[in-house]
Each structure stands twice: as C-alpha cells, then as structure tokens.
C-alpha cells in the first residue's frame, strides 16, 4: 500500500530560521511529500528559504501555507504524529519512526495526516504534544541526542517513503478518522462533565485529562464515534443536574 501523500502535510511549529523550512522542504519533496504548513510568524526571509530548499523544491516552498498559531490552527486534520527528543512519562507512550511511519500509510488513504516539528531550541510543549494521537521519538547515539529541523523531517519522511513500497504487505485500509476539531470539542465536553461530577480536582483538571486523551488515541475515534461520546456527555451533565434538584 503507497501512502497518500497528498494527504500528509509536515507541520512546523514556529521554526526560528528560515533556512530549516527551506531544508524542510527539501526533505519533503526527496520523499515524494509537497506540503508544508508553518505555524507562526510570516516574516521569515523567503530567498534564504528558495536557497536552502534548492530549485529541486521551489514548488513545494511555493505552496507553503503559513497560519497563525492559534489553537484551532491544527483542526483540519484527523491523525497528528509530534516530534519530540525529550523523554518523560506525561509524554509518551513513545513511537519509534517506523512504527509510525506503518500507520501513517494506511491512515493517509481516507484522512489528512500532521508530522508536527516545533522549535528548534525547545521542541514541542506539552501543550502541542496533548493535541498529538502519537508520539515519535528519534533514536539516536546517547552522546548526542540532538537532530537539526530537517534532519528530523527527513527521517520522518523517508519512513513513510519506505513503508510505502511494493514488498511491503497492504493491510486493511483504516477508516475516515475524527477531525482534531471534533475531538478538541469532544474533550473539552468531557472535562466539564467530570468537572460537574466532581470526578476531576478543578484546580488541576490537565492531569488527568492527559490520561484521557491518551486512552481515545489509541482508539482511533470515528466522527460518528465522538458524537455517541458527546451525546453521554450531555446525558449525564443532564442527570447529574437534575438528581441534585
């Protein structure tokens, strides 16, 4: 099964320099991928971009979308895989770039798929990473765990590009997921049902919907499938509301 790849976009948040989108996009378009989305400023200086991604990649650097980074800014896609060098328990659970290069093929056939990056010196927050399905973490030699923006994208892509070739086996195509947007909703309904129920502490209600936010991904929730959950939800704000009257 090849990977759709107008269907995978790398996603850059809020890169530093100018030349590592360039070098992005170079990576992208060797690995067969031409669409980059930058979240962040427009300022960046467009010929040091041409020159890095080399005329080879003109037209991917042509059709770089650039959005602000407000928090609806990655809601058009269904499947969000985050990047990330620093390890911690709240982080994971952890994919390596094969793993999730595998999913990524059979996912781009019905949904819109995010390789999100962040900045250079910080990487990825933890508020990125929690609107993540899965998380990738790059192995590399312990005396040197850093990788450069497009290095990273290249590995990424080159995953995908493999995973997509002839001798390896198609399985069964996976179904249209839920939008990010959908599922933004979706988990803010939860938190303010526990929250009415006193499942949640409110002066830390982030903690444990972390943990919930990891149990739905790796459920991989149908549009259909977020409206039955909101549909409880509201069912039992309802009964909670009314067995206190």
């Known amino acids: 099964m090849k990977a759709k790849t107008k269907n995978i976009s790398i996603v850059l948040y809020k890169p530093k320099y100018a030349g590592n989108i360039g070098a992005a996009a170079r ?20 010929e040091e971009i ?17 959005v602000e980074p407000t928090p609806d800014a990655l809601s058009q896609f269904s499947y969000i895989v985050g990047t990330t060098a620093r390890l911690g328990k709240f982080r994971g659970p952890f994919l390596t770039p094969r793993q999730a290069a595998e999913a990524i093929v059979n996912l781009s056939q019905k949904n819109k798929v995010a390789l999100l990056f962040g900045p250079e010196d910080t990487g990825l927050a933890n508020e990125q990473l929690r609107l993540c399905h899965a998380v990738v973490t790059i192995p590399t030699a312990k005396e040197f765990t850093s990788l450069n923006l497009g290095q990273a994208v290249m590995i990424m892509c080159y995953e995908i590009f493999v995973a997509s070739l002839p001798d390896v086996p198609a399985g069964e195509v996976a179904p249209r997921l839920a939008l990010s947007s959908e599922l933004e909703g979706m988990y803010e ?40 959950i909101r549909g409880i939800c509201r069912q039992l704000q309802w009964y909670a509301k009314h067995k206190k009257t």
């Open 50 to 66: 041409k020159q890095r991604a080399t005329h080879m990649a003109a037209d991917v650097v042509e059709k770089i979308q650039f």
């Open 27 to 46: 990576a992208a378009k060797n690995m067969g991928i031409g669409r980059i989305v930058v979240i962040g400023p427009y300022d960046y200086d467009l």
């Open 189 to 228: 309904h939860i938190r303010q049902m526990l929250l009415d129920i006193g499942f949640l502490n409110p002066d830390n209600p982030e903690h444990w919907m972390l943990y919930i936010r990891r149990f739905f991904s790796r459920s991989g929730l149908l549009s259909r499938e977020v409206k039955i």
